[in-house]
Each structure stands twice: as C-alpha cells, then as structure tokens.
C-alpha cells in the first residue's frame, strides 16, 4: 500500500504546533487532529504575541505533522481538573514561556471558556489559601492561648494564698501584653 491510499483509509497523520523560540528552543503541541483545528491555534499564538511579552513577539509559530519522538505539550481541556495538574508543571503552568498555559487553553478553546475556567480554578485556589491561612490562624490562636494559660498559672502559684486581687491585676497585665504582642483584641 502506499503511503496515498493509507492516508485516504485512516486519514492523514495527527498535526502539531511548534514554536520555536528567540533563543533557539521550541516547544511542540500536539497531537491535534486536524488541519484546521492547529492552523487556529497557530492563528491565535500569532495574535497574542502581539500583545503579549517581548519573548513571545519573537517566537515563529508553525503548524507541522506530530512526531512521535519529539517531546510534546499535551492538549488541554477545559476542565477544572486539567488545568490545576498543568499549573503543577512549571514548563507548561501559568509561569512557564511562551505559549503558557492560559494562551494554549485560549488557542484550543477560545477566549471566553479560557477565561471561564481560569476564574473558576483561580477561585479555588483562592479559596484554599483562605482556608489555610483560618487553620494557620486558628494554630497561632491556639499557641497564644496556651502560653497565656501558662503564664496565669505561674502568677497565681507565685501569689499562692496571697491576695486575689493582686494575682488578677498581673494575669490581666499579661494577658494586655500578650494581645498587644499579637495584634489582638478581647
């Protein structure tokens, strides 16, 4: 069989997209599966390099046939899951060259659904920093609540039967000086 008649029976071969870089690297994409879908992400890096940083205003950006044995970028849904695995990926996530991944995920899928899932992961993210910084918060608590039930138990066994009112006069110094110290208030 040639090579004619295998592409007619199983279609032509996956295509990438290559973007060769200013300092001489490059980056594969792919597999894609049509012509079309690579010529418009090629189509889209073209127009926000543009706009985008010096180093991606220099990269030419091609559409050529997937090779199997070249290192490629996956493709990458749009899809909460997907993206926060690719942010993992410092060659790949938010902070890597050019293509990074919101402009594949704008290639691939348009502006607006990038932008859709990008506010939902960053949300998230958001969320769980809060919620680390509560439990943090609610440790450091804990610690200065200790440390203070610590102090009013030396006070009151250095006063031992002596005057109650002077042992709360010192706990309540400690405990002003200990909120003081830690930015809190009663």
Known sequence: MTEKTV??????????VLVKRWNGGEVRIGPILTASTAETMVHWFKIDARGSRPDAQKCVVTVVEFEKRRPHLPLVAAARGAVLAAMED????????????????????????????????????????????????????????????????????AYGTRSAGEALRDIMVLVSDGNERAGASW
Do not use: I, W
Request: hydrophobic share 40%; glycine share 8%.
């Open 90 to 157: 410092s060659a790949q996530g938010m902070e890597g060259p050019f293509p990074n991944l919101r402009d594949r995920l704008c290639a691939q899928h348009g502006y607006a659904v990038a932008q859709g899932v990008m506010n939902e992961v960053m949300s998230l993210q958001a969320a769980e920093e809060a919620e680390a910084e509560t439990e943090v918060r609610r440790q450091v608590r804990e610690a200065r609540e200790a440390e203070l039930r610590a102090g009013v138990l030396k006070v009151l066994e």
């Open 7 to 16: 592409n007619a029976l199983v279609g032509p071969p996956p295509y990438a």
